[in-house]
């Protein structure tokens, strides 16, 4: 991303990116995500394709931000010095939350784009790549007698498997039932 998300956004760039992401999303509930162009994307937004490339370099460079942008909705960094087993359970009801709100949304998505596309691989890698980062994080990690970077792992993928099963499989109906499902899977490590 050419954009610098470290440093303090302006209103005016706040309001780019939001145009972007928003458009992005709202062109997803009617087509491929492979289909769509950059072009279309800032017709969207009524945006210049220049400011597009002001800040970003392609239209996934555009996706991975919409995935940061979630991320830091959801607020998945709080909670830093908790044992990673109750972690993992805030992190989970976070994530399944967030997506609940936007269920109708990803219904409307996942009906022009399939779990092997490229916007659903891209937001299972970039969940698993965050979970795993934040349980590699956590101070209370040296607990297991297993490998960091294995247990982080385990519970990321554990964690991403259940979303998935959740809202892009829709083979788990509750919240209650994901959540016994993932203590269930989880069980055996802690």
Not at 16 to 38: D, G, N
Request: aromatic letters at 14%; charged letters at 25%.
């Amino acid at each position: 991303m050419k954009y610098d998300l470290n440093n303090k956004t302006n209103r005016f760039a706040q309001r780019t990116l939001l145009a972007f992401s928003s458009s992005l999303m709202q062109i997803l509930e009617t087509k491929e995500f492979e289909k769509i162009t950059v072009g279309e994307i800032c017709e969207a937004c009524n945006y210049p394709r220049a400011t597009f490339y002001n800040y970003f370099d392609d239209s996934y460079d555009l996706l991975n931000y919409c995935w940061i942008a979630m991320m830091q909705e959801i607020k998945i960094n709080d909670y830093p010095d908790m044992k990673p087993e109750e972690r993992v359970y805030i992190i989970f009801e976070r994530v399944y939350d967030y997506f609940n709100s936007y269920r109708e949304r990803l219904r409307k998505i996942m009906m022009f784009n399939s779990l092997d596309g490229a916007l659903v691989t891209s937001c299972n890698l970039f969940v698993k790549q965050q979970s795993s980062q934040i349980m590699m994080d956590c101070p209370y990690v040296d607990v297991h007698p297993i490998p960091h970077q294995l247990m982080a792992e385990h519970y990321s993928n554990t964690l991403q498997l259940i979303i998935e099963w959740c809202f892009l499989r829709k083979k788990i109906d509750s919240k209650e039932d994901a959540l016994k499902y993932l203590r269930y899977l989880l069980e055996n490590i802690e």
